[in-house]
């Protein structure tokens, strides 16, 4: 299974509809459990946007799943194909201040938004997390947008679609974010995720209009169903990963 998630160079999707979120494998749960954890800066005075920091944690997912690091016999790959082939956990914590500096000393990549900074760290067991990341705080990353996030730039963008009904915690919505992106990662050819890579991973995520929202989860684009670990119920559909080369294979 873990010889599916690395670097394809065919014109075939790497994993397609045998992505984890397409499909429930038993074998995942029977496997040792791994959570990808991400760490998002809120300081008092200056707490970032909350649709800015949905998608710097959409962003840090795909820039860890690409850095060399976490590929081929990278220092991070064995961690990051244990953690692809269990259940595809991530967790998202808070810090600031001294909290902030002491975690940017543990190896791990920083990703900077218009205001938002997420630092992403290679996966750890479920029970076996870093100190310096297990005392920081999971509640509080309740943020907001100062105004309405602006339409979206133009076609070509990715666009990680929320559900309009569901009520979500900023850093759940973060996390169910960075499932969307990588489950549309695992589903684009080499040639596509070269051009993603080489973009930055531009990507906006917004609420979907409830109009849409059916026709965005029954459309064949992929969707994220949550397992029901916190906040919401298992099988909820969380986000829709509408990638354009996605988008016209349909």
Do not use: C, Y
């Amino acid at each position: 299974m873990s010889s599916q998630h690395t670097n394809d160079t065919s014109g075939v999707p790497a994993v397609g509809a045998d992505s984890a979120f397409r499909r429930e494998h038993a074998l995942r749960d029977e496997a040792p459990q791994f959570v990808l954890p991400l760490v998002v800066r809120i300081e008092k005075t200056e707490p970032p946007a909350r649709t800015d920091a949905l998608e710097t944690a959409a962003r840090a997912v795909l820039v860890l799943l690409t850095d060399e690091r976490a590929r081929g016999e990278g220092e991070w790959a064995q961690a990051v194909r244990d953690w692809q082939d269990a259940r595809i956990r991530k967790v998202v914590r808070r810090a600031r201040g001294a909290e902030w500096r002491k975690a940017q000393t543990l190896p791990g990549i920083t990703v900077e938004g218009a205001g938002a900074l997420v630092r992403v760290f290679p996966p750890v067991p479920l029970d076996g997390w870093p100190k310096e990341l297990a005392k920081l705080q999971v509640s509080g990353t309740d943020l907001d947008d100062p105004e309405p996030p602006g339409p979206v730039d133009g076609p070509e963008l990715p666009v990680l679609w929320l559900n309009p009904d569901l009520e979500m915690s900023a850093g759940k919505a973060m996390a169910q974010a960075g499932h969307a992106a990588q489950l549309a990662w695992w589903e684009l050819t080499a040639a596509e995720r070269s051009a993603w890579q080489h973009s930055g991973f531009r990507l906006a995520v917004r609420t979907a209009p409830r109009e849409h929202w059916r026709h965005l989860t029954t459309g064949g684009l992929p969707v994220v169903r949550d397992a029901g670990f916190t906040e919401i119920a298992p099988g909820s559909a969380t986000v829709v990963a509408d990638h354009p080369a996605l988008r016209a294979r349909l």
